[in-house]
């Protein structure tokens, strides 16, 4: 599996974007995917599970600003992320859990100014 991270670019806080992390050959099979987040000086953190039940999970500061979603037929996980700070400015990362098997997408710079 390949996942392709792509969405991010500057935004004024207060702003929106939407990422997108396109799987291929196919988004069947994966279990679980997400999306992390890794600031300048900082440890990799979560952003948000989905799995193929469509039961999400959200870090703490992004509840209630960012929702995960996939789209099967799309081969495409989102994530929609609205109400953006300052704090949200990172390489976004996105990955897929297959039994036994994590798969990570390349980074997608999120950059959010003031």
């Known amino acids: 599996v390949q996942l392709q991270a792509s969405g991010g670019g500057l935004v004024q806080a207060g702003g929106s974007l939407r990422l997108a992390c396109a799987a291929s050959?196919?988004?069947?099979?994966?279990?679980?995917m997400g999306w992390y987040r890794q600031a300048p000086g900082k440890q990799r953190e979560l952003v948000a599970l989905?799995?193929?039940?469509?039961?999400?999970n959200y870090g703490d500061s992004v509840k209630g600003r960012f929702t995960i979603s996939r789209d099967n037929g799309a081969n495409t996980m989102y994530l929609q992320m609205n109400s953006l700070k300052p704090e949200d400015t990172a390489v976004y990362f996105c990955?897929?859990?297959?039994?036994?098997?994590?798969?990570w997408g390349q980074g997608t710079l999120v950059t959010v100014s003031s």
């Open positions: 990955n897929g859990w297959i039994t036994g098997r994590l798969y």
């Open positions: 050959p196919s988004i069947f099979g994966i279990q679980v």
């Open positions: 989905i799995t193929t039940g469509g039961n999400t």
